[in-house]
């Protein structure tokens, strides 16, 4: 990963401190340098690509892994394996949400985004595109949206409205809290509870157990995320939880995985589920806490490869609660 401190860390003048953006062509700092955006995407596609960040797919995984759980949660209740139809549901919707989202907070935040060296070369930031055009963008994403969370049951459909609030606020959170992680982590999980209810046709206490094990999984991978703009952010006036930990960040990591594990533990309890839930999930609180033993705060290459492999975590949980069915 190229060196994360830019212009800001050397205390320049306001006229000098905007981050220098790569080339429009160029990967984005916490993109793969092998990304299929820039391997294979036509030019004029690229930056809309990247406003979706089709690019960089590790948050599309953790925007859909608590509602493939959630399905997951909800089907095993019931004896069986999730619904491969309903999973694609949720796969779809993910992806256009996460895209819309991420359009919407590069709106937000492109004042901000254009003085920090990760992300002065976002596509609204840098120029590539407009604002105007990342609300069209939005627009389309969100159609899709529509016609996934359209086809669902009711109570379904009541949640995905109800999520729109959460998504509305999160830009704004980081100027107004230290702790903006977790609000991404209710917004975030909200799938949890709308995979749940897309099955069950309600919310039980096993879904909301859920969810909150993944609000506190998200503090954790979102805080690691948070330590490659440490320096940046202070100067910008940025808050964000890795901050307000400083030198406590890992034990403070360790502790919301902990939270995470055994929250998990306990929806896999209240539901019921067979015992290879709880064998499987082991391997849920072990990568958890490999991943709080090898973090280094100071080292934000590392933190970027911790973070990505949250994918592989949650994918993990998934499937304990899918093995959560099994009586052989």
Known sequence: MPERAGALSRGMTDAETAATPPAPDAPLP????????????????????????FDRPAGTWLLMLPAWQGVALAAA????????????KM????????????AYNDIVDRDIDRQV?????????????SVRGAFGFIGACCAVGLAVLLSLSPAAIALGIASLALVAVYPFMKRITWWPQAWLGLTFNWGALLGFAAVAG?????????????LFWTLGYDTIYALQD???DALVGVRSSARRLGGLVRPGVAGFYAGAFLLALAAGASAGLTNLFGVVILAYGWHLASQARRLQPQDGSLALKLFRSNRDAGLILFAALVGGAWNG
């Open 202 to 214: 309600t919310v039980g206490l096993p879904a909301l157990l859920l969810y909150a094990g993944g």
């Open 230 to 232: 440490m320096e940046d």
């Open 77 to 88: 209740m019931r004896g069986h394996g999730p619904d491969p139809v309903m999973l694609a």
């Open 91 to 102: 796969a779809v919707g993910a992806l256009a949400m996460r895209a819309a989202g991420c």
């Open 117 to 129: 060296a990760r992300t002065a070369g976002r596509p609204v930031a840098s120029g590539a595109v």
């Open 30 to 53: 916490d993109a793969d340098r092998d990304n299929w955006v820039d391997r294979f995407a036509p030019v004029p596609w690229r930056p809309w690509l990247k406003l979706g960040r």
